[in-house]
């Protein structure tokens, strides 16, 4: 077992620190296939709504942070909540994300109504990503409903995650010990990473991917950090300093992860994320795609609270949720895949266990 794991590690770290774009074909090659074999053809798509951008935590890499006094706050009400919901069902959309920042204005009572209005309404699934919350508040959303929650874990080592995670007056419980609690509810549980945040080393990435898996997770999102001037980590270089062996924040190592992701977790539902189309507006979605991705999460947020829910500066801002959603299902249509019918929930299937013997070791060494 342990060296299974030290073989995956090394596998993993290999891959990640390959060059050579040839090579990486085979990665692609090989996750797009895995992505195949195990989820099929179809792009699941996931109505993002974003709540509320009113928030108490201090994250050092996110816009919304409470400390950012440049952000007008917003809490979108029951019936716009409801109207986005409705809306993004005419579309064809078979699932719902409710994102939020750290709010408690968003009540246990106040969501677990909303999450059973929209279940006795629609037949849509309901995803939750409203951050840190008591075992009590998932508890009373879960019986009211929701189907799914969302909560990325950043990153697995315990030193970065302290430093970019300022402490709070009370001593949170840890992320990953939410999601495994998350799990024990009944929720389809998601969780992943940002990719090049100051002072992740290569061995630290590579942990998180394995953690995705022993999480045994059923949906991964991971993008690249974009540096936001308005947050002490895009602002402080100085305080946030690189570390030795440091992931870079591009393009290419998202992909490196998403292909990794998925060869490791072949069942899980992985986007192609807003941030890669935001630092590759043109085809960060295509290739996110044909490189192990099986969902879009089309931004169904009104386009007045879009706005603020400034995360990172210039996430992609499309006019209207309904141009946006067309636009998107004319991009997956050119792929030659189609749009993801009904719920989109992980389906687990015996044939899918890790896919390391449809790739080689990379060959970087033997070059
Ligand atoms: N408060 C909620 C959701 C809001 S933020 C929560 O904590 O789950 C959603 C995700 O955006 C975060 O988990 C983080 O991984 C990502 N994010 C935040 N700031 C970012 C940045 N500057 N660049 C890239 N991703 C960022």
Known sequence: MKKDR??????????????????????????????????????????????????????????????NAGLERYRM???????????????????????????????????????????????????????????????????????????????SDPDLYKRIHPPRRTRPISRIRLLQRLKNLGYETGSGVMIGIPGQSYTSLANDILLFRQLDLDMIGVGPWLPNPATPMGALRDMFPDCPDQVPNTEDMAYKVIALTRIHCPEANIPSTTALATLN?????????????????????????????????????????????????????????????????????????????TLPMSTRGAA
């Open 6 to 67: 030290e073989e995956d590690r090394g596998f993993i770290l290999e891959w990640l620190r390959e060059e050579n774009t040839e090579r990486l074909r085979d990665l692609w090659r090989a996750a797009d296939r895995t992505r195949r074999e195990c989820v099929g053809e179809a792009v699941h798509l996931r109505a993002l709504v974003e709540i509320s951008n009113t928030c108490v935590r201090q994250c050092a890499y996110c816009g919304l942070r409470a400390g």
């Open 77 to 155: 009400n029951r019936e716009e909540i409801l109207r986005c919901v409705r809306d993004s069902e005419a579309l064809g959309i078979g699932t719902v994300v409710l994102q939020g920042a750290e709010d408690f204005g968003l009540s246990r009572e106040w969501i677990a109504d909303i999450v059973r209005q929209i279940k006795q309404e629609t037949s849509m699934a309901v995803t939750l990503s409203l951050g840190e919350r008591t075992i009590h508040e998932l508890e009373t959303w879960r019986d009211a409903g929701a189907d799914r929650y969302f909560l990325r874990f950043e990153t």
């Open 281 to 357: 507006a043109e085809n960060g979605y295509e290739r996110g795609l044909n490189r192990g991705a099986n969902v879009i999460m089309p931004n169904c947020t009104p386009a007045g609270y879009r706005r603020k829910y400034e995360i990172y500066p210039k996430k992609v801002l499309l006019s209207h949720p309904k141009s946006n959603v067309e636009g998107i299902c004319l991009r997956i249509a050119s792929l030659g895949r189609q749009i993801g019918r009904g719920q989109g929930q992980r389906i687990r299937h015996e044939k899918c266990e890790k896919r390391y013997a």
